[in-house]
């Protein structure tokens, strides 16, 4: 049966671990066997598989060995970071241990940190403050991750991270996406297109359920108004009061931010605070090179934001490290 996933595919595509007698099918293999998806989970419930079956991609694109040693950087919520060590624990059990993936024996000596969502756009603008000559340890910067489970806001001041002024736990667009979505009549098999609607902002979509083509407009409308009520309280309660301090600058990123961007501006341009609000745009060109040239770019508007973070860690700390093999 796993015959069929492998093919002449990706390995991303593809990709499936086998832990002594059991099978576990990863990404776009998985959502094959699958009616639902899994973006209401926490990311530390499946990350050890997910993160096994990344080094097993890395290791057949790049022909690695079938033992190597890995470094990694793992970006967790807030509200996650303390499920690190239960990771840490799991990965490290299947990678020393020895796995097959797609059908081929790994063994990974791995050494892992974790690190709160947001950092790595955090470092990416110390490094675009310091190219000019500025020091970010001299303002308070807020990095607000606008994302599917949940919108974070981190910190900084003087260069530190404070937790008084950083959390997880504001609303994630996905949920309040299926609760507009239900209350407009869309049902599941349409969530699809009602999201392709919304990320293109094109109303007119298939409808599986309605077997032809449809106007989205209105649920379109209300998830986006759902969605944005929900931001806007959660900000005027947890982000507004941080503004106090006039050298405090705002940078929003994550997946969601895209779909609220002119809402967003509007605001902040009404406040006054136009100039100290930054979004992540389309990222690093570094970065955005690398995203056109996956097939997924096309499908996923939104890729270049929601890997802006990971490769800003990526880039901040690979120079940490004493020697890189290449």
Known sequence: MLTQFRGSTRPQDSAWLELDDQVVLVGESAKTCLESNSIRANK???????????????????????????????????????????????????????????????????????????????????????????????????????????LSVLCFDGGSLRAAGSNSNGPGFWSMFEKAARSAGVTQPDYGFLMAAIASDQPQQLSVARGRLFDFSDPMTACLDTYWQAVLTYWQDQVMPQLAAVNTEVIISGGASSILRSRLSAYFTELGLSQRVLFTEGGPRRLEALVRGLPESAQIPSMTLRMADSYGLFRGLIGTLDSVAV
């Open 44 to 150: 530390s419930e499946l990350a050890a598989y997910k993160i096994a079956a990344a080094l097993g991609v890395v290791a057949e694109l790049e022909s690695l060995p079938s033992s190597f040693e890995a470094i990694l950087w793992l970006a967790l919520p807030l509200t996650e970071l303390g499920t690190r060590d239960a990771i840490r624990t799991q990965v490290e059990a299947i990678c020393q241990g020895g796995f097959r993936f797609r059908g081929e024996p790994l063994q990974v000596g791995l050494t892992m940190q974790a690190f709160p969502e947001g950092f790595g756009l955090y470092l990416n603008r110390k490094g675009e403050l310091e190219a000019v000559g500025q020091d970010i340890n001299q303002r308070r910067t807020l990095i607000v991750m606008m994302g599917h489970r949940n």
